[in-house]
Nanobody, 125 residues
Framework: QVQLVESGGGLVQAGGSLRLSCAAS????????MGWFRQAPGKEREFVSS????????YYADSVKGRFTISRDNAKNTVYLKMNSLKPEDTAVYYC??????????????????WGQGTQVTVSS
């Protein structure tokens, strides 16, 4: 069982930056691939980024490549999403996810076993 708690969301102007954090409970954090997903009002949940258990592999949606960076600190049981050059279309609730499938698969099939409660990111134009 893994419990995930996101933080770091907020209101930011277009072009600004935010860093989301996701703190995980449990002693086996390092065995999970971690991911970030988002859901905008009226839209389906979409994959944003994922990272392998050891941080060696990262994956990004085309819409965020070059602007977002995912990282993890297994000693702190935390995964991060640094978001730069934010755009109004990045506005959504961002969810942290964990699963023992590969980080690449997480991005392809858009599912995970464990989810956080979400944190709101709003980008004003």
């Amino acid at each position: 069982q893994v419990q995930l708690v996101e933080s770091g969301g907020g209101l930011v102007q277009a072009g600004g930056s935010l860093r989301l954090s996701c703190a995980a409970s449990g002693r086996t954090f390092s065995s999970y691939a971690m991911g970030w997903f988002r859901q905008a009002p009226g839209k389906e949940r979409e994959f944003v980024s994922s990272i392998s258990w050891n941080g060696g592999s990262t994956y990004y949606a085309d819409s965020v490549k070059g602007r977002f960076t995912i990282s993890r600190d297994n000693a702190k049981n935390t995964v991060y999403l640094k978001m730069n050059s934010l755009k109004p279309e990045d506005t959504a609730v961002y969810y942290c996810a964990a699963d023992k499938i590969s980080a690449q698969t997480m991005g392809i099939i858009n599912v995970a076993n464990y989810w956080g409660q979400g944190t709101q990111v709003t980008v004003s134009s």
